[in-house]
């Protein structure tokens, strides 16, 4: 399934090891990471060998939106879950211009508050010419943070806000600059991102 996106894993335990797809992938020492593509949906789980409490799952779905050239991931499924899985991660893939893994790609996301019109965060993001990976983090809180990416120049970036149950949230997408040179025409979408 070419819709599925990346996971990317963090572990601050050393013995952690993934259960994933029976992959059985382990990082190399405490505070790593590992990074998944999915090639089927459903719920995988992960867990720890030395401390089999600490347990966790992962969710990946099929589902995505298209529309006027972007290709948008979502890893929770057509709704995000809020109460079942308090992150979602929504790849955002291009299809108008070409991403050679290096050439930096900026974005502008600007996601709303359905219920109050509220914008929660409008912020550039840059990728080293990938997709834009963005974690949604439901957290209660007054304030909207970001950081990332996970890595150097790639990686997901995540934004933290008091997503709620029975919501919609509006987001708006840019690809601004290519190559640190503006796009005269940029490519942009627009969507919703309900929750349940």
């Known amino acids: 399934m070419s819709s599925l996106a990346s996971f990317i894993i963090s572990f601050s335990c050393?013995?952690?090891t993934s259960a994933l797809s029976n992959c059985r992938l382990m990082p190399a020492t405490a505070?790593?990471?590992?990074?998944?593509?999915?090639?089927?949906?459903?719920e995988f789980l992960y867990h720890c060998n030395i401390h089999p409490w600490r347990v966790a799952s992962v969710q990946s779905s099929d589902a995505f939106f298209t529309g006027n050239g972007f290709k948008i991931g979502i890893g929770s499924g057509a709704?995000?879950?809020?109460?079942?899985?308090?992150?979602?991660?929504?790849?955002?893939?291009?299809q108008t211009i070409p991403l050679d893994g290096t050439t930096p790609v900026t974005y502008n996301v600007t996601i709303a508050d359905g219920q109050n019109n509220n914008t929660l965060i409008s912020r550039w993001f840059t990728t080293a010419g990938e997709p834009l990976q963005l974690e949604l983090i439901s957290f209660q809180g007054n304030q909207t943070t970001s950081h990332g990416p996970d890595?150097?120049?790639t990686g997901a970036y995540h934004i933290q806000s008091n997503f709620k149950n029975g919501s919609s949230y509006p987001i708006d997408i840019q690809i601004v600059s290519v190559n640190n040179k503006p796009i005269e025409n940029p490519a942009s979408v627009s969507f919703e991102l309900k929750t349940t």
Do not use: E, M
């Open 151 to 153: 890595f150097s120049s």
């Open 79 to 94: 709704t995000w879950n809020i109460a079942t899985y308090p992150r979602v991660l929504l790849n955002i893939d291009p």
């Open 31 to 42: 505070n790593s990471f590992f990074q998944f593509t999915f090639t089927k949906a459903g």
């Open 14 to 16: 050393p013995y952690a």
